[in-house]
């Protein structure tokens, strides 16, 4: 695992086994506020608001989203899901965050990840990591569970069974109506995937790059 500096001066990793970084080489903590966190507009709702992080990585989407949390002033209750096959990671990568805004979602972050399983609570957040494979965890998940996805695994082209019609159509089984998932992939194959799940997929915003990122709406 390579350290990179990106351009917003926060850091991603290179895995060489896969052979992809876990960010856009254009700003990394950029893309976890801007193609997932800010698209998703979980800020606006009303009511506790349940996030899956769907492949954890280096916790950026969830820092960041429980950040914003928080400088709103904690407005509803905020559980988090995460899950990721691959630990060590999760934790190198939260140890890489030194923004002095981000150490309280830091801080819970690595509480979860050092506790696998388990459900660790805060005033009005919880959250559980699950280090295990996206496939296996999401088939014991119940359905309708989840407000908000943050979809993040490696490029379609790196790891195409992560964005096929089955995986599609378990995230969407375990998602609630009125939910929005949120991915940096604009792929033919993820877009047609994804409605054939189900989803109503709309472009999300053009960030460090000419073409769009997806949000997707299941109604
Ligand atoms: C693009 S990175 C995620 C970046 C992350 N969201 C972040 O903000 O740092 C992809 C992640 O998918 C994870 N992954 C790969 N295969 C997986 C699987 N079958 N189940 C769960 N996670 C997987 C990798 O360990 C890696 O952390």
Not at 39 to 58: K, N, Y
Not at 147 to 154: E, Q, Y
Not at 166 to 195: H, I, P, Q, W
């Amino acid at each position: 695992m390579k350290s990179v500096l990106t351009k917003d001066g926060s850091i991603t990793f290179f895995n060489e086994e896969v052979g992809d970084h876990y960010h856009s080489l254009s700003g990394a903590f950029d893309e976890a506020l801007k193609k997932h966190v800010l698209p998703s507009d979980f800020i606006s709702r009303e009511g506790p608001v349940h996030i899956l992080d769907a492949c954890f990585g280096l916790g950026y989407n969830t820092v960041v989203a429980i950040s914003l949390w928080q400088d709103f002033q904690k407005p509803f209750p905020l559980k988090i899901t995460a899950i990721d096959i691959d630990r060590q990671v999760a934790l190198a990568g939260l140890e890489t965050i030194t923004s002095p805004a981000c150490m309280y979602a830091k801080e819970f972050c690595q509480e979860l990840v050092m506790h696998p399983g388990v459900k660790h609570t805060a005033p009005s957040l919880s959250g559980v990591f699950f280090h295990d494979s996206l496939q296996d965890r999401l088939a014991l998940l119940p359905a309708n569970s989840f407000d908000i996805v943050f979809f993040d695994p490696f490029a379609p082209q790196k790891q195409p069974e992560m964005w096929s019609l089955d995986m599609c159509k378990e995230v969407f089984r375990v998602m609630s109506s009125g939910s929005v998932l949120t991915t940096y992939s604009c792929a033919r194959m993820v877009r047609d995937n994804l409605k054939a799940a189900g989803f109503e997929v709309r472009d999300g915003p053009c960030v460090g790059r000419r073409s769009p990122s997806t949000v997707a709406h299941k109604h």
